[in-house]
């Protein structure tokens, strides 16, 4: 009773249970199992770089591995299959251990693809774990029918049950083939698209606004292949894309301007190369170091941590000021004001030393010590250098040349100039005697035009 409810490939199993080719079954399985992982060890030896200086050669294999080995073992188990059918020889076990190393690779190479294009430097999502959970459990469950011979069942209710769609129907069993196409389709565009940006991210030799640009499209473009072929695979005619078209450029033209402006103006940025990962930019009232440049917008982090996202089409109506566009080097200034009794030529001289032996202070163009005015209060002198990481902030390094430039003052006894202010004591008689004048001249209104003496 038990047996009828089996497949052909479990009854063919469970008879294979008594007979003496049973052992030489299972030994045909672990010597594929062993075959396998030995050459996946060994593709990876061969074709992974381990030089980091060349990144760009590295295939991926590394990562890969997981999936390689059980890619790798299937195709034995399927090539020991046909060598025991041509030999006439019981093949039930290793008939049940194909499906089982093909759900394992597939799996595997969905885990892959999703790792590689979800994750990110926080770590596997909680979400992302569910899924996979899910979907493992879903490949078992199909497998499981598969082997007791309850798949074909389970097709025929799916292709039965009906669902009406406008004036068509639809069966379940389109319907699920239509998902799991876009699915794959998409999941494999997916996947490429991210290993293609990684790729390029890693070429040194190419403009980092270049590489982004070149994975965008490259993405874009993959995921427009895969929804064709997938549109094409489940029988829709590409023909009604056309009135889709038609609407989404109406809504871009109404409601939609400011997004489309903002995606535009993104490729524009990195195709101009005006703006570069790792730059230091101010834009309207948002300055800070650039972290990701999107389709969409630009994450600026500021000095503080805050990061701010700032849509691209600011970045091309408002004039931005990029502190390293062509180079690095950015020149700061602090001012002081000594009296005129001070000897300028050393004030000069000590100003410059004690700036240059800041940590962030370059050599490459030495401090400036220069005299600006002879002021009302003093001699005005300005100290001005120059830094190679604007990126780390200009109040720190300010700060640090002040302190020195007060250390020098302190020890050589320089005297800062102070503002002078007159201040002039007027006597309480005086100021009684004008109030009572003025008083006088309020009460009697009635005087034509009185004539002052000079």
């Known amino acids: 009773m038990i047996l009828d409810l089996l497949s052909d490939s479990a009854y063919n199993f469970a008879r294979n249970l008594r007979a003496q080719d049973l052992l030489l079954q299972v030994a045909v399985v672990l010597v594929c199992s062993a075959l396998g992982w030995m050459l996946a060890r060994l593709v990876r030896r061969f074709f992974v770089v381990e030089d980091v200086t060349q990144p760009v050669m590295q295939i991926g294999l590394r990562s890969f591995s997981q999936v390689l080995t059980p890619l790798l073992i299937l195709v034995l188990l399927v090539v020991t299959k046909l060598i025991l059918v041509k030999s006439q020889l019981p093949v039930s076990v290793v008939h049940l251990a194909i499906p089982l190393m093909a759900s394992l690779g597939l799996m595997r190479f969905v885990f892959y693809a999703l790792r590689r294009i979800f994750v990110r430097d926080s770590g596997v999502s909680a979400f992302l774990l569910l899924f996979e959970k899910l979907f493992g459990a879903l490949v078992w469950a199909g497998v499981l029918l598969y082997i007791t011979g309850l798949w074909p069942d389970v097709i025929d209710y799916l292709h039965g049950t009906v669902i009406p769609i406008g004036k068509h129907q639809v069966s379940l069993l389109d319907i699920s083939q239509a998902l799991l196409s876009v699915l794959f389709t998409l999941l494999i565009a997916l996947w490429a698209g991210s290993v293609l940006e990684q ?4 070429m040194n030799t190419m403009h980092s606004s270049l590489r982004t640009v070149v994975a965008r499209m490259g993405r874009a473009f993959l995921i427009l292949v895969a929804l064709m072929l997938s549109l094409s695979l489940v029988g829709i005619d590409l023909t009604v894309l056309s009135v889709f078209g038609g609407a989404l450029g109406v809504a871009l033209g109404l409601g939609l301007q400011k997004i489309a402006s903002s995606y535009v103006s993104g490729f524009v940025i990195l195709l101009e190369r005006s703006l570069a990962i790792g730059d230091m930019v101010g834009v309207s009232t948002y300055y800070g170091k650039v972290t990701q440049i999107n389709s969409r ?80 209060d003093g001699l005005e002198i300005e100290v001005g250098f120059w830094i190679l990481d604007p990126e780390n902030g200009r109040l720190n390094v300010l700060s640090d040349v002040n302190r020195a430039i007060w250390r020098v003052l302190q020890k050589h006894n320089i005297k800062v100039a102070q503002p002078r202010r007159d201040l002039r004591m007027v006597a309480e008689d005086a100021v009684g005697a004008d109030s009572q004048q003025v008083a006088k001249i309020d009460d009697d209104q009635t005087l034509p035009n009185p004539k002052r003496t000079p």
Do not use: C, W
Request: net charge negative; no cysteine; glycine share 4%.
């Open 199 to 202: 790729r390029l991210m890693r």
């Open 297 to 376: 917008f630009t994450i600026l982090e500021g000095l503080d941590g805050v990061e701010s996202i700032v849509p691209n089409d600011v970045f091309m109506t408002n004039a931005v000021q990029n502190y390293s566009l062509n180079h690095r080097i950015l020149r700061l200034a602090t001012h002081i004001t000594i009296v005129y009794q001070e000897d300028v030529e050393k004030i000069l001289f000590l100003l410059e030393q004690a700036t240059s032996v800041i940590e962030r202070v370059t050599h490459d163009i030495m401090p400036q010590a220069v005299l600006l005015k002879i002021g009302q």
